[in-house]
């Protein structure tokens, strides 16, 4: 039996400002990051669940801002780690 891939949702903020946080702009379909670690939790978009980190545990993705290729949300990794 296989158990559902746990999934954690990102939090969506407004636009940040300009030069104030790094924001990468996610250019294809979803993940954005795909790691090594299959038992890591993938992180998903608040607004719409698309996963945007996959298979990740690193905190090197600490404090970065995703916006979502599929529905533009600024999502914000700064929490999710923790």
Do not use: H
Request: glycine share 4%.
């Amino acid at each position: 039996m296989n158990t559902p891939k746990r999934q954690i949702k990102l939090l969506v903020i407004p636009k940040p400002a300009e030069r104030t946080r790094t924001v990468l702009l996610q250019a294809t379909f979803p993940p954005l990051f795909t790691g090594e670690e299959a038992e890591a939790p993938d992180y998903v978009c608040g607004k719409c669940d698309s996963v945007l980190i996959a298979n990740t545990i690193k905190l090197w993705l600490l404090n970065i801002v995703i916006r979502c290729f599929n529905c533009g949300a600024y999502n914000d990794t700064r929490d999710a780690f923790k």
